[in-house]
């Protein structure tokens, strides 16, 4: 499997010549969802959902279809009949010969004055783990973590617990896009001390061998 970096949380997965794309939002590059087999979104937030993208992926490839909870399904199936399906913890389903687990089922807690939605993440071929906006921790091994190392949900400390409550063999950064490169070092060397797991960062665009 091939892992690639686009901006902030959204990252495309490859397997025998499919794609898998996961969490195409705002803050990421446009094209990030075109040419994928298949689509996860995890939940409804504009930095991780953005309708058009979707869309405009869907559109270009008849193939494609989507994993989603019902908050998204909800506002794109009606355009795309059979292909966007709803998932909440617990299921499993195929998508593009990719298997995939759904665990979690609310986004991390933003401030208590802010009503909690829902969010699922996605355990890919029983390996690679994407938590979206949660600190999730799956009840099965996990060797590739993709890391929400900075977001308005969450601080150093949490992200340093949750690898080393996770165990993962590696944990790459996503949800970056508010952290500034003149702080990465910090984060680098915080997460990479006290995680307990290889710590890596991609720049966008970038690939690695899973």
């Not at 399906?85 to 299921?91: A, L």
Request: charged share 25%; proline share 7%; hydrophobic share 40%.
């Amino acid at each position: 499997m091939t892992f690639t970096k686009k901006s902030h949380a959204c990252v495309r997965l490859e397997k025998d010549g499919r794609t898998l794309v996961v969490d195409p939002g705002g803050f990421s590059e446009e094209d990030a969802a075109l040419g994928a087999d298949a689509i996860l979104v995890t939940h409804e937030h504009p930095d991780h959902f953005d309708e058009d993208r979707l869309r405009t992926a869907m559109e270009a490839r008849p193939g494609t279809e989507i994993w989603t909870l019902k908050s998204v399904a909800d506002r794109i199936s009606a355009a795309f009949p059979g292909r966007v399906h709803t998932v909440g913890h617990g299921d499993t389903f195929t998508a593009a010969g990719f298997d995939v687990q759904v665990h979690g089922e609310l986004h991390a807690v933003i401030h208590p004055d802010i009503p909690r939605i829902t969010n699922v993440g996605y355990l890919v071929d029983g390996t690679v783990f994407h938590p979206g906006d949660a600190l999730t921790v799956p009840d099965q091994p996990v060797e590739t973590l993709m890391l929400p190392v900075m977001a308005p949900w969450n601080k150093i400390s949490e992200v340093i617990d949750y690898v080393r409550e996770v165990k993962p063999q590696r944990a790459y950064d996503i949800h970056d896009a508010l952290l500034t490169d003149l702080a990465r070092p910090i984060y680098d060397n915080q997460i990479g001390a006290l995680g307990g797991a290889e710590h890596l960062r991609l720049t966008p665009g970038e690939s690695a061998d899973l």
